[in-house]
Structure formats: structure tokens, C-alpha cells
């Protein structure tokens, strides 16, 4: 099975427009990309918008997951290569 572990840290968020930027870190990929995108009810909506470290991972790749008591699930979207997936995320 293919898997990547990722942190995600989120630096702003617009409570008015829900509007969120921050950093995901991939640690096995050599990558920190900057994500921008918005959290709304209980979904979350990011995409990865430039390389703060390039790496093996790619950019521009679409995260949507539902926000859950011990973390979130959901998918992602890779268009460089049109690949998809699903992401599972933990609470720390």
C-alpha cells in the first residue's frame, strides 16, 4: 500500500470567511508545501500552493475532508499525475 505521512499546521484562520493558510510537512517525501483553503461546518478544503522545500511531493494537489472528534477523512486530488487517494488524519 502506498502511504505518505504528513503534519499539517495551521498558521491563520478567517472566522468570518473561513477562509485558512498554513503548512504541511511531508517528512518521507523531503517536502513543506504552504496550503491554503477554507474550513466550513465540518469540512475542510485545502490545496497545496507553493513549495516552501520542494521535494518528492507534488503541488497543487486538492485535500477535502470532514472534520471527525479524533481527526479527519477524506480524499485528495493529485493533478500532476491524476492521482486520487484517501486521507486520514489524527489528532495530536
Known sequence: ???????????????????????????????????RGKLAADTLTFTETEAIRA????????????LTATGATGTYVDPADYDRGTVTIFNK
Open 1 to 35: 500500500a502506498r502511504r505518505w505521512p504528513f503534519q499539517i499546521h495551521l498558521t491563520r484562520f478567517d472566522s468570518t470567511t473561513g477562509d485558512i493558510t498554513g503548512e504541511i510537512l511531508w517528512p518521507t517525501l523531503r517536502s513543506r508545501h504552504r496550503i
Open 55 to 66: 521535494g518528492g511531493a507534488h503541488l497543487h494537489c486538492t485535500h477535502t475532508l470532514s
